[in-house]
């Protein structure tokens, strides 16, 4: 949903998307700065993906876009 330099406002954000799923805040570090990022989801296919990032850009995120982790199988 979005990357965040504050974690008050990841946190905001976490809450209000609480509706739509999972909501996890992933702290990533960028030279010498963490910053939050907001991620709905895993979601079950492309289709709820899809479902969910129009509500998120609906909500007032619209730089929001899906990605796509790789999962390594055995």
């Known amino acids: 949903a979005g990357t965040y330099g504050?974690?008050?406002?990841?946190?905001?954000?976490?809450?209000?998307l609480r509706a739509l799923g999972k909501v996890v805040i992933d702290p990533i570090s960028v030279g010498n700065?963490?910053?939050?990022?907001v991620r709905v989801g895993p979601m079950e296919n492309t289709g709820l993906a899809k479902l969910a990032?129009?509500?998120?850009?609906?909500m007032g995120?619209?730089?929001?876009?899906?990605?796509s982790d790789l999962v390594n199988s055995p």
């Open 6 to 16: 504050i974690k008050g406002n990841a946190d905001r954000v976490e809450k209000a």
């Open 33 to 37: 700065r963490t910053l939050y990022r």
């Open 53 to 58: 990032l129009k509500k998120v850009i609906k």
């Open 61 to 67: 995120h619209a730089d929001a876009m899906i990605v």
